[in-house]
Structures are given as structure tokens and as C-alpha cells.
């Protein structure tokens, strides 16, 4: 039997950090569900790979669909999981307006701050799952980029910043269809500090 040639190896999720227990404008009850999702697509990622692993390449056409059918799932499954790490990981700080590399970034690419959230807010109302601040390193500046769903508009050589999840998970328990104030809510509790972080990790310059 050949299968498939890769380390099928698992992986655990990342902590949910205390802060993000105590936010402003979004509940408890909603981080703590929106974190078994999270874990949900970490077991997924895993199933998956697990399946894959036993997958016999010698057999007919019906091997390449069952094939295509897990490894569209294991994209949603992954990007599940690395848009909610970025996600998590920089809620948890004050809001307000961005200093330091991000800043300078968000000035010299949409004229100031107001003009970026204005833009990332409305492009998180017409997306159906994501919004998303990424750098784009083939045009080196910042851009605005809807998602769908988990797996769906990647921009390639572009480093997510900023990922504001609109799927209803995310404020439903707090706002019911009130989208608009769960983001202002997003607005309020983002953590430049990792953000700018991850600015100074990338290497990404104005």
C-alpha cells in the first residue's frame, strides 16, 4: 500500500490567556464558547491528518475525491485555527489609537487611524466570517481584505495584522445582530503592544 508521504504529527491549542476572560463590551460566556471552536478545529486539523496518513494512493479515481475532500476540510480546519490564534492573541489590551510601528503604518497607508477603522469596520459588515489588516510585501503597504470563511481569500505573500472575527459566534450571545457594536466593541479591546510586536518580528518597515 503507498499513502501519503508526510509526519502526521498532532498538536495541542493554545491556552486561552486570563485577559480575555475580562473584556470590555464581550462576555465571558462568548470567549469561552468562541474557545471550544477553536479547539474544535485543532481536533479537526488532527482527525484529518489521521485520515490522510491511512489513505491508499494505489487505488482508483475515488482515492483522489476522498482525497480533495479532506484536504479542502483540512484547510478550513487549519485556517480556523490560525485566524483564531491571531484573533485571541491580540485581544486582551485598551484600544484606542495605535502607536509605536503600527501606527506609523496605519498613518501612512489610510491617511490616520479614523479612515483605517472606518474601512476595516465596514469591510467586517459586508463579509460573511473575516475582516483582516495584512501587509501586503509585493505592494508594501497595509490593505483591508474580507474573508468569507475560514479558508476562503487568502492574499499570498501578505502577513495578517489585525483579524476581526464577524462570524455570529463572536457576538451573537453579547449584541444578537448587532454587528456594528461588537466590533466598536473589537475596536476597544485590541492590544497594540502585540500587534506591534508582531510588526517588529516580520521586519515590516515604514
Do not use: C
Request: charged share 25%; glycine share 10%; hydrophobic share 40%.
Amino acid at each position: 500500500m503507498t499513502t501519503l508521504a508526510f509526519n502526521h504529527q498532532e498538536i495541542v491549542g493554545r491556552a486561552l490567556k486570563p485577559s480575555l476572560l475580562e473584556l470590555d463590551g464581550i462576555s465571558r460566556e462568548t470567549i469561552e464558547a468562541h474557545y471550544k471552536l477553536y479547539q474544535g478545529y485543532v481536533n479537526k486539523r488532527n482527525e484529518i491528518l489521521g485520515k490522510l496518513a491511512e489513505v491508499d494512493l494505489t487505488g482508483a479515481n475515488q482515492v483522489y475525491s476522498d482525497i480533495r475532500a479532506l484536504k479542502v476540510d483540512l484547510t478550513f480546519a487549519i485556517g480556523g485555527i490560525k485566524n483564531h490564534e491571531i484573533y485571541f492573541e491580540h485581544l486582551g489590551g485598551g484600544g484606542g489609537d495605535p502607536t509605536g510601528l503600527i501606527g506609523d503604518l496605519i498613518e501612512r497607508d489610510f491617511g490616520s487611524f479614523q479612515d483605517w477603522r472606518t474601512d476595516l469596520k465596514a469591510t467586517g459588515m459586508a463579509g460573511r466570517g473575516w475582516a483582516w489588516t495584512a501587509y501586503d510585501w509585493d505592494e508594501g503597504r497595509l490593505f483591508n481584505y474580507v474573508g468569507d470563511a475560514q479558508n476562503t481569500y487568502p492574499i499570498w505573500n501578505a502577513t495578517p495584522l489585525v483579524a476581526l472575527d464577524v462570524y455570529e459566534h463572536a457576538y451573537f450571545l453579547d449584541y444578537q445582530t448587532d454587528r456594528a457594536s461588537y466590533i466598536d466593541a473589537f475596536f476597544d479591546n485590541l492590544d497594540w503592544p502585540t500587534v506591534n510586536d508582531w510588526v517588529s518580528k516580520y521586519q515590516i518597515h515604514t
